[in-house]
């Protein structure tokens, strides 16, 4: 099996959060619901999987009983490349096409609709060779990105001081 629903285990909440729905006037039943996420697990979220509402987590935490969490098979799939195929636009349209409810704000995908879309996989070593590709790539871009942040904000203050300097004065145009 390539993911199994945690559902089945019933992965319940720490201690601590069963005093925080207790002093928040909920029942200790309540806070019984909720997940727990481990690293490596596929997180969903069935009201917003056409929003990219989906991953694989990085950190241990707990998500409300809204979510459904998933044990990735790490013997066949490599985490992060599932990460990377899941949130992909190919798979963000198909899981539009799976939407049921009344209201768009309210629609969800089913969860055996959800568990029979196919997950394209080639061998784990190639996965692994994508993903770490991906990585890199991506690290590129977001360096790119915080220096063009970086030198926006140094032009924003250029500018700033530039206007201060004309309207005060302290320039002569003439």
């Excluded at 309540?30 to 999987?49: A, K």
């Excluded at 459904?68 to 349209?93: A, C, E, G, T």
């Amino acid at each position: 099996m390539l993911l199994q629903l945690k559902d089945d285990k019933r992965y319940y909440a720490r201690k601590e959060k069963e005093k925080q729905h207790v002093d928040a006037g909920r029942s200790k039943e309540e806070s019984q619901r909720y997940f727990i996420v481990e690293p490596n697990d596929l997180v969903v979220n069935v009201m917003w999987l056409h929003h990219s509402g989906l991953g694989v987590s990085s950190i241990e935490g707990i998500v409300s009983p809204d979510y459904h969490v998933y044990k990735i098979n790490s013997k066949i799939i490599d985490p992060q490349f599932l990460n990377y195929l899941v949130r992909s636009d190919v798979y963000i349209s198909e899981y539009a096409k799976h939407l049921r409810g009344i209201r768009p704000n309210s629609s969800r995908i089913p969860e055996h609709d959800f568990m029979r879309l196919p997950l394209l996989l080639p061998h784990l070593n190639e996965q692994i060779q994508i993903s770490d590709f991906l990585n890199r790539e991506n690290s590129k871009i977001d360096s790119l990105i915080e220096k063009i942040q970086s030198q926006n904000k140094q032009l924003q203050e250029y500018r700033q001081t530039l206007i201060s300097t004309l309207v005060t004065g302290k320039v002569d145009l003439r």
